[in-house]
Structures are given as structure tokens and as C-alpha cells.
């Protein structure tokens, strides 16, 4: 697998679906990271989701102001489930308990090894509504992607990819799925910037 820096004016190819994400953040040596169920693009570059003001992640991103959002794909979530159902408030070896393994290379914040897309945010607090206090949003820094699953400045289509390649999706209640991919209905239909 080779990482691909992809233009900030891109990331929300990566987020366009909404939904799942990995979120972690680092401050004083520390690191950490949850899955967020609702995350949503706010225009090219930026994110807008929820994170409660209790978890462990969430202090570490307000003591750094910047965090990393990475796509999860299939094949992580058992690993995702345990990211989300462990804190590490309570168990210090919370990552390596949920057999969350990381990118060789060195970085700020570790790349988890497995996700489809992993952005740098800086944090964001100007203009955000004080309620609700969970709400986070971040303006991207750096980019990466999985080469295997990135062609010609898009996602591969995910009726292309393997099962456990595809992104990982979460509705409620223990209903964990795979992407089904896209059926297109306006075939050769051009739209906004996107071409
Ligand atoms: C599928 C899934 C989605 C979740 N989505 C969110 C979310 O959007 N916002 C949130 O605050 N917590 C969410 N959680 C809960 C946190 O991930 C969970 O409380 C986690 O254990 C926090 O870890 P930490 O305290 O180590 O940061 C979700 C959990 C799961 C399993």
C-alpha cells in the first residue's frame, strides 16, 4: 500500500458520504482514538462532527487544537467496535487491547493502519454554536490516502473493491455495514466542480 498526499480541495471526496470516522488526537506524547458516527463535509476542506466533552480523545484534540480523521474500512470493525467501547480514562492499553495497529513512518499523530484516507485537521472554535457542546470542527491541514483504493484524483468506485476494503458504516444498535457501492443513475451526467 502506498500513501498518496492528495489536494486539501479534495478532502471532501473522502467525507462526502457522511457517516463513520476514526478520530484521534495526541498532546504530551499521549494519543488516542474513538470512531465518531456522524460526520459530515462543510465545504472543501473541513469537517464538522460530534465528539462528548467526556471522552479521552476529545480532551487530548481541545489541549492540541489539531486532530486526525481517518476513513475506517470493513475489515476494522471489530476493531472499531472496541475503539468505541473502551476509554482510555479506564484502560491506558485501550488501542493495542483493540488490536489497533498504525502506519511505519513518523508523524505527529500515527496513521491507523487499515483506514481508506487519513486528513489533519486544526481545530476550529470561532463561530461554532455553544450548543451542542459535542460539536467539533476543523479546517484540513494534510491530506493522505491508500493508493490501492484512489484512482485518477478520486475514490475507487466501492462495487470495485473488496468487502473488506470498502468503508466501514454504522447506522445503530450493533448494524455494522459495508459500503454497497454506487449504482449511477444519470450516466454521463456532469455536476458542480466535481466534473
Ligand atoms: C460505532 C460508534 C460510533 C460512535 N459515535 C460517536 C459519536 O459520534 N460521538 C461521540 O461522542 N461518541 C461516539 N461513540 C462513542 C465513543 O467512541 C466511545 O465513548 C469511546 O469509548 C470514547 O473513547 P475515549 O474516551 O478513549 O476517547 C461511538 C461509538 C461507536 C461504537
Redesign the pocket.
Known amino acids: 500500500m502506498a500513501l498518496i498526499q492528495i489536494p486539501l480541495n479534495d478532502v471532501f471526496r473522502s467525507f462526502n458520504d457522511g457517516g ?1 470516522v476514526l ?1 484521534g488526537a495526541g498532546s504530551e506524547g499521549k494519543f ?8 459530515t463535509p462543510w465545504g472543501l476542506d473541513r469537517v464538522l ?4 466533552p ?7 484534540a481541545e489541549a492540541s487544537d489539531r486532530f486526525l480523521l481517518a476513513t475506517p474500512t470493513a475489515g476494522m470493525a471489530e476493531t ?2 472496541k ?9 491506558p492499553e ?1 488501542l493495542s487491547h483493540a488490536g489497533l495497529e498504525f502506519l511505519s513512518g513518523e508523524r505527529e499523530l500515527p496513521f491507523p493502519a487499515g483506514c481508506s484516507a487519513w486528513v489533519i485537521f486544526r481545530r476550529v472554535k470561532e463561530g461554532l454554536p455553544q450548543f451542542p457542546n ?1 460539536l467539533l470542527f476543523g479546517v484540513a491541514e494534510e491530506a493522505w490516502v491508500d493508493g490501492d483504493l484512489w484512482h485518477e484524483g478520486r475514490p475507487l468506485p466501492e462495487e470495485e473493491l473488496p468487502l473488506e476494503k470498502r468503508r466501514l458504516r ?1 447506522e445503530a444498535g450493533g448494524a ?1 455495514y459495508a459500503s454497497k457501492g454506487r449504482e449511477r443513475v444519470l450516466q454521463g451526467a456532469q455536476g458542480g466542480r466535481t466534473g
Not at 49 to 52: I, L, P, S
Not at 83 to 91: F, I, S, V
Open positions: 463513520l478520530f488516542d482514538f474513538m470512531p465518531c458516527g456522524w460526520c462532527f460530534t465528539a462528548g467526556n471522552h479521552y480523545t476529545r480532551g487530548l472499531v467496535f475503539l468505541g467501547t473502551t476509554t482510555m480514562h479506564e484502560d485501550k459535542a454504522y455494522w
